[in-house]
Structures are given as C-alpha cells and as structure tokens.
C-alpha cells in the first residue's frame, strides 16, 4: 500500500480517515493493526477490498497485489480478485450472516458468486472440507446462523473468506464480542488456515495481547496515519512512536499492581485534525516543529518505521524534557529520549522507573 488516502465526504466536511497510509506485506506474513477508535483501520481494510461506499472516496495511493493495482484495476477484474486473491473477514461480520439461508447455500454462493463452477456434489464436498478446515462439524452446513454460537459464525465467517484460496486474509476484529476461550479457537483457527494456505494476514483489533500472539509486525495508526511499523517483539521492548511508548505503557502488567495508566487527552477529530503531527497536542515530547510539520514515516532502525520528528536526522535533541508541551500525563509511564540509536534519538531502553522526566 502505497499513500493510501480514502476521506469521507460529509456535510460537515471532509473526514480524513486514512491519509497517506504506505506498508508492504510479505507472503506469509502477519501484519497486525492497531489503533484507537476511529484511526482508520477498518477503512484500510474496506479500502484493500476495494469496498469504500459513498459518502466515503479513496482519494489516491495504490494498492499492489503480486503486480496487480488493486485501486485502478476494473470492477469485474476486482470482483473476481475478492475472494480468489484478498479476503476479507469483516467487522462484525458473523452479524452479516444471512439468518434464514443455512450455511451451506450461504458458502455456495460466495464461490459460485466469485466465478466457482461447482456441481451440487462438488460444492458439498467443499463446504464439509472448508467447514473441517475450521474446525467445525459437517452438520453445520445445514444450520442456520442463528442456531449458532458466536464463535461458530464467525469460524463460519473464516471458512468463507478462505473458500477460493485468497492470497491476502483481512481479518477485522475477528474475536471481539466473543469470550476469551472462544477468541482463543477463532485465532488458532485463522493462523491454521492462514498457515494452510500459504497465505499473509492483516489483523486489525485493539487486543495487544491478542496482537502480541499473533502478529509478526505491528502497524499502530493514529489519527488516519501510522504512526509505527516494527516487528512485534520490538514494539512491546521497546516502542519508538511516543503514542506507542504510552500505549505500551498503558497495559495493564500481571506482575505489578498499580493504577493502570492511561493516554492523556482525546483523539483528535478527523473532521478538523490538529496541524502537524496529529499526536502532538497528547505528545509529552511534542517540539514547536510538531504544531507545523508532518513526520514522514521513515525507516529509523532496520525494519523499524517511525513518523515522528524526534527520530529526524537533523533533529537536535531536546535538552530540557521538563519543558515539552506541559504534558499531563503521569510521570514515569515513559522514558525520555536517549541516544543509544543511530539517530540519537532511539527512544528509551526503559519504560518504568524514569520518574519525573516528563512533569510540566
Ligand atoms: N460512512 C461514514 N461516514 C462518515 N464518516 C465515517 C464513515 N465511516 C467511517 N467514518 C469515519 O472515519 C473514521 C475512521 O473510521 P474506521 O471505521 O476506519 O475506524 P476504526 O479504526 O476501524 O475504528 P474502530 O476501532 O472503532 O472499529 C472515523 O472517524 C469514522 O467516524
Ligand atoms: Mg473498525
């Protein structure tokens, strides 16, 4: 993805939901995204399917798929990419079961609807294997989605979105609304199938736990931008993105008891975004630059993509941390600034036991 920007046109004006959003995916990668409420996400995910609907707009950027522009290709030749090429599981989507069709026809017709020539044996013998595939009995088939668990919609959901082998998996906060058990089966279900298949997946959820389990790399959006991209093992040892480092620092740790920290401050409306870095005015190391300059995202270490004006080469580092923005927050949910990276500016190694860094 390539400076994905897909506004919303309301009579209120323009909402930015995603602006300007690059990331590459690798073949059996699992890419997971998080953000707050409102970041963009699931209009990534609509926007990757090509399913934005008025009075949303993909404004610009490109979408490659193995060569393929997913934004310019025809409507036919998109139609028949969904499924057979990137699928989508989307939000809500055991919702959108139809509940008086049983699950059989409902399976059918997606592989029949995406160009899938089945005899009525074929398609059967299908539905029973792509239901194995996820777990579930052959019986179900002649369910309806209301005689259903949760979980079972939604693995039902899976077997759909797997049905013509995509290359591409979309999965739009799969497990939320359902119990931690039945979260557990849904995501080993998903990594199963994905690892079947050969295929790469976006997660897009708020579970970091559930992110820290699953995903290879994380991608955290703020505001209709990403603010981070790491591998996932560095992102939980050490953030770089000061919305990140808070983040972190905000879940909650079985070791240690405590008042659980939250981010200071509110996500900034979409319709009318602050200038600058979108994360500045909640930023305790928020610079005058910040009101006024983008951050571009950049690579600051290997595989390491941060969008921040801290981590800018010519960035002279802040000498007095005491004097950023008059942050709120907490003292000690995060380090300052240190100068162990190669740009000086690596973010801390730590992110407890800084008290005071931060104070106004
Ligand atoms: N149809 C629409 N019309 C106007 N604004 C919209 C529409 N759909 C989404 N938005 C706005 O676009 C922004 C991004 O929405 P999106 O659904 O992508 O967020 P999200 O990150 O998936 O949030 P959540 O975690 O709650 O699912 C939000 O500010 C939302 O209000
Ligand atoms: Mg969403």
């Not at 963009?40 to 008025?54: E, N």
């Not at 017709?109 to 792509?130: I, P, T, W, Y």
């Not at 259903?148 to 082998?165: D, E, F, P, Y």
Request: net charge neutral; hydrophobic share 40%.
């Amino acid at each position: 993805m390539e400076d994905l920007r897909v506004w919303y046109h309301t009579p209120q004006g323009p909402v930015k939901a995603v602006d300007g959003v690059s990331f590459g995916l690798l073949k059996d990668e699992r890419l997971g995204l998080v953000g707050e409420s409102g970041s963009g996400k699931s209009t990534i995910a609509l926007a990757l399917m090509r399913l934005i609907r008025p009075p949303g707009k993909i404004e610009g950027g490109a979408i490659d798929l193995d060569g393929v522009n997913l934004l310019t290709v025809g409507d036919e030749a998109m139609r028949r990419l969904r499924l057979a090429a990137i699928a989508l599981v989307a939000q809500g989507a055991m919702n959108s079961l139809n509940p008086v069709v049983r699950v059989r026809e409902q399976i059918v017709d997606a592989m029949r609807d995406h160009g899938e020539k089945l005899s009525k044996q074929a398609a059967n013998a299908r539905v029973a294997s792509l239901l194995d595939q996820v777990g579930l009995k052959p019986e179900v088939a002649d369910r309806f989605p209301h005689e259903l668990s949760g979980g079972m919609k939604q693995r039902v959901c899976i077997a759909i979105a797997i049905c013509l082998r995509p290359k591409v998996i979309l999965a739009d906060e799969p497990t939320s609304a359902l119990d931690v058990v039945v979260q557990r089966q849904v995501m080993d279900t998903l990594g199963r199938v994905q690892e079947q298949l050969g295929a790469s997946v976006v997660l897009v959820g708020h579970d970091m736990g559930l992110m820290a389990q699953f995903a290879d790399r994380l991608g955290v959006m703020y505001a209709g931008r990403l603010a981070e991209v790491s591998p996932v093992r560095e992102i939980f040892a050490d953030p770089l993105h000061p919305y990140t480092k808070l983040l972190i620092a905000s879940l909650p740790s079985i070791e240690e008891k405590g008042r659980l920290n939250g981010i200071p401050g509110l996500p900034p409306s979409l319709l009318n975004p602050p200038g600058g870095c979108a994360f500045h005015p909640r930023c305790p190391f928020a610079m005058p630059r910040c009101a006024v300059e983008d951050p571009r995202l950049q690579e600051v270490r290997p595989n390491r993509w941060v969008a921040c004006h801290l981590f800018d080469p010519d960035q002279p580092r802040p000498t007095d941390l005491t004097q950023v923005n008059g942050s709120t927050h907490a003292p000690g949910l995060i380090g300052a600034p240190d100068s162990d990276g190669p740009t000086g500016l690596a973010g801390p190694t730590g992110t407890t036991g800084t008290t005071g860094t931060t104070e106004a």
